[in-house]
């Protein structure tokens, strides 16, 4: 099962700035989804942008024109650069897979992202 390590969560004001990143451990060849899950305090957890191999790229509503997901293939890692950011952006960013044949999911550990004056 691949392994995935996120990193780049941190404390930023509002209107800043924050780049995670999520590298995976094995090189990846092929995929279905790679993209980012978010879970605010005290909510459930929500998708917030992926990479749908074949297909493109979603994001939710509320991150629309703020984050840019994108993929380093040399460097088996997906980025998630997000901009303007808002204090109810704050959570815990969790980075996904799912791969072929049998779309097997694999989370990473989870990266904190908190967005307060």
């Known amino acids: 099962q691949v392994q995935l390590v996120e990193s780049g969560g941190g404390l930023v004001q509002p209107g800043g700035s924050l780049r995670l990143s999520c590298v995976a451990s094995t090189t990846i060849f092929s995929f279905n989804v790679w993209g980012w899950y978010r879970q605010p305090p005290g909510k459930q957890r929500e998708l917030v942008a992926r990479i749908i191999s074949g297909s493109g790229l979603n994001y939710a509503d509320s991150v629309k024109g703020r984050f840019t997901i994108s993929r380093d293939n040399e460097k088996n890692t997906v980025y998630l650069q997000m901009n303007s950011l808002k204090p109810e952006d704050t959570a815990e960013y969790y980075c996904?897979?799912?791969?072929?044949?049998?779309?097997?999911?694999?989370w990473g550990q989870g990266t904190q992202v908190t967005v307060s004056s």
């Open positions: 996904y897979i799912r791969i072929s044949p049998y779309d097997t999911w694999s």
